[in-house]
Each structure stands twice: as structure tokens, then as C-alpha cells.
């Protein structure tokens, strides 16, 4: 039986794919140190939480030995003596009575459980998530996008997703509130590593030594390339979005051909909306701080820094995208220099399906 299994919930967008990617490149440095990641990769841990939440687009596509991804983990962490750690944020969003059913099944295989929540201050989640949905193939606009976030309306998964309080509320059931751990990310402007080291606190684990610089390429994008890819999307039939086109836009084109073709500016939460955002972040702060969690870092780092001045994708300019366009068309290898923003979509959209 386990020491002590740590399960790190998420919420998404709070440095989640930095943290794995470390723990996951130090794996056996960490094995050595007494903490175990069960499991072949981080594939593994998110069928997991596909299995644990009831996933069913995933699960369906799921052959036998996926199936039983989750009690094989499980398994693994009962016959290990340290500590152990399953990291994934689609464990943010499971129903109450899923989340009471893994803690039942890990309480099972370790002396204590411990859930880990990492938490990031709205004002940087918000633009962060519209670009990894439309990374997904959304085609909401920004402003729109901000705009039912901020009514509930028709965004709902966004929530489930990101309201830290009552993600703690479903993971904490049962459980001391010593043993449920709130990871703050630190604002912007602190080192890079701050939210590794604060993690490494969490689990009471000693890094020393441990590269902690990204491997991964920073495919982040601006607001004009966000909103270039918005509008390919636009034009995929909705019929041919698939899993397989999803895996070649967030793994190929992104990186290889869209990153990097207009010049880097990041775009901002617009000004007319932080004051809801500061307000509920208030409330959250003010919630948080109410329960007896173990808090690592700062609250108030969840609250949203003040407006910035700054454009959005909705200012992108059709000759901005034009031009985008035009060096993305370039370096997929097509012949034709479009002369309109039109054409040069029609080619990008023409290309994405038939290489998925």
C-alpha cells in the first residue's frame, strides 16, 4: 500500500501541461526519490480521468486494456510503498458521486489521500482558454466567447472547469481539509519555475538538480494568428471535425506552420470586463480563504492584475490576416500566392483536411 497518493485535479490552463511535462521527463529521477508516477505516460493518466468522469466521446473509442486504465493505476498504486502522484485536469469537472468514487478507490490503495488543485487568476485564464478551444476547433469569436462566459450562458464546461471553489467542494468530500492542497500560480513577471516549486512543497519532494526549462515549443499564439485559425475553422464542415484533424492542427500545424507567422502580440481581457471578473474573483478569493486548505503561495494572486491597454483578436485586420495567411500558405508547400483573405482560407482549410 502507498504511503501517500496525490491526485492533481487541475483546474486547466494553471500551468498543468508544464508540471506534467517535468514530472514526466524526471520520472525515474523521481521514482528514485520515493515518488511514483503509475502508468506508461500522461495518455494513460487522461484515460483515466476520461474513465473516472465518464468521458463517453473518449470511452467509446476505448479498447479492453484502455478500459481498465484507471483500477490498473490503482492497482500499481497499492503495490507501491512511497508516495504517488496521477496528474490530469479532466478530473477537474467529474460529478460529485464519480469523485467520491476514485477518492473511495484510492483511499483503498494508500494510507492517505491528497488532492491537489493548481489555481491561475481569471484575467490570464480567459484569453488562454479561447485560444486552446479554438485550437480545438471552436469558432467563437472572442468578444462572444467572453460574453457568455460572463452571463453562464451556453459555457457552462468553462465553469466546470475553472470555479476553484467548487472544484475543492467535489475532490475535498470526505477528506481532511489538511490533505486538500491549493497551488497558486504566482502572477506575472515571477520565475518560471516558482509553480514547480511550490507543487514540489506540496508533495513534500526534493528537486534539487531537476532541469526544470520547457522541452515543449511555446506554440502560443498572438491575436492575429488566434484569430486566423478561428476563421479556418469557420470553414471546416462540421462533419469533418475529427479527432484525427484535432490531433494535426494542435500537433503539426500550430507549431510548423502557424506559430510565427505575424508578429507576436499577445492580446488582452478587455477592460470593460474586468470589473465582473475582479468581482467574482473576490468572491472566490473570500471563499477559499473561508476553508482550512492548505494554500501554497498567495490568494490574492487570484485576483486579476489591472486592465492593460492592448488589442484583441476581434481587432485583427483582414490585411493582418491576409498576410498571415499568405506565409502560412507558403510554408505548407502550396504553389498558389492568394490574393485574397478568402482565397488564402480556402487554401489553409483545403490543406488541413486533406492532410487529417
Known sequence: MARRVFLHVGTAKSGTTYLQDLWW?????????GLLLPGTGRREHFTAAALVKGMTAHVERLDEHELATWP?????????????????????DSPPDAAAAALADLAAAADEVHVVITARDLGRVLPSAWQQRVKMGARQPYRRFLATVRRGEDDQKFWRYQD????ADRWSAGLPSDRVH???????????????SRTAAVLGLDVTGLDTESRRPNDSLGLVEA???????????RPRRSPALTRHVKGT????????????ESFVLPARHHAWVLERSQATVAELGARAYDVVGDLVDLLPADPRAGRTPDDATDAELLAAATTVVARLGVATVPATLDEALDLVTADLLRRS
Open 25 to 33: 521527463r524526471h520520472r525515474d529521477e523521481l521514482r528514485e526519490r
Open 72 to 92: 490498473r493505476l490503482v492497482d500499481e498504486t497499492g503495490s507501491w510503498a512511497g508516495d504517488v502522484l496521477l496528474s490530469n485536469e479532466h478530473f477537474a
Open 164 to 167: 476553484v471553489t467548487a472544484i
Open 182 to 196: 491549493l497551488a497558486v500560480v504566482p502572477p506575472s513577471g515571477a520565475p518560471r519555475d516558482e509553480l514547480w
Open 227 to 237: 484569430e486566423l485559425l478561428r476563421r479556418v475553422n469557420e470553414r471546416v464542415p
Open 253 to 264: 500545424f500550430v507549431p510548423e506552420a502557424l506559430a510565427g507567422s505575424a508578429e507576436r
